[in-house]
């Protein structure tokens, strides 16, 4: 089945720079691949996603990148604010065959100092 | 539209007892997911429903089941409860032919003691 690694666990910024979290598949079947954003305390909600036939991803200051061949793709933030820190997770989903099942990546908590 | 719900929002229970927790989807969303949250193992998917059938089933035990009805409500069951089920159940909904795009309800959080 499929497999998902996230790097990395934790990630502390300043306020104003740049995050990078990255994830990698196993399973070349999947081509969907969603970014959730958890807070504490509440549910994961869905920022960006990418599918398998795009290379890049754009919503403001939020950009995904994919490399199929690599089976990587990756979250970029840009200009981070304090609002963004949270806990950040990756999903690969096979459409077609997965169904309704997202293997989501370990996660990655966000710090944002001001 | 009203986002997915989820009941109760809190649970605290015993070992061996059993529990039952329920999900609403966004209306005219017809297939349901279900997944555990746990500080030590992640988002892991238990199972989905679509037009009151399990479609697919992750690798947990039997004592977790769930059905989903003809309104497309879901619940799932949890019987003899352990220590380690303490999680958050969180369900998903999502339109048919479009199973990837999942929205999250605020889950359920269960302590077992």
């Known amino acids: 089945g499929e497999n998902v690694e996230q790097h990395p666990s934790t990630l502390s910024v300043q306020e104003g720079d740049s995050a990078v979290i990255k994830c990698t598949y196993s399973?070349?079947?999947?081509?969907?691949f969603p970014w959730y954003k958890q807070e504490l305390g509440k549910r994961p909600q869905l920022i960006i996603d990418?599918?398998?036939?795009?290379g890049e991803k754009k919503d403001q200051r939020i950009a995904v990148t994919l490399n199929k061949t690599a089976k990587h793709f990756s979250l970029h933030i840009t200009e981070t604010q304090p609002e963004d820190s949270a806990v950040y997770f990756c999903?690969?989903?096979?459409?077609?065959?997965?169904?309704?099942?997202?293997?989501f990546g370990q996660g990655t908590i966000l710090t944002v100092h001001p | 539209k009203a986002g997915v719900t989820q009941t109760p929002r809190y649970l605290i229970k015993t070992r061996g007892q059993q529990v039952t927790l329920s999900c609403s989807p966004i209306s005219g969303h017809r297939s349901v997911s279900w997944y555990q949250q746990t500080p030590g193992q992640g988002l892991q998917f238990l199972f989905e429903y679509f037009s009151e059938t399990q479609r697919n089933k992750g690798n947990f035990p039997g004592r977790f089941s769930g059905r989903q009805f003809s309104n497309s409500r879901s619940e799932m069951n949890v019987s003899t409860l352990e220590l380690g089920d303490s999680a958050l159940y969180l369900c998903?909904?999502?339109?048919?032919?479009?199973?990837?795009?999942?929205?999250f309800g605020p889950g359920t959080r269960l302590l077992v003691l």
């Open positions: 999903a690969a989903f096979a459409r077609g065959t997965s169904y309704g099942k997202l293997t």
């Open positions: 399973d070349s079947a999947s081509n969907y």
């Open positions: 990418i599918r398998s036939n795009v």
């Open positions: 998903a909904s999502q339109t048919s032919g479009r199973e990837e795009t999942q929205y």
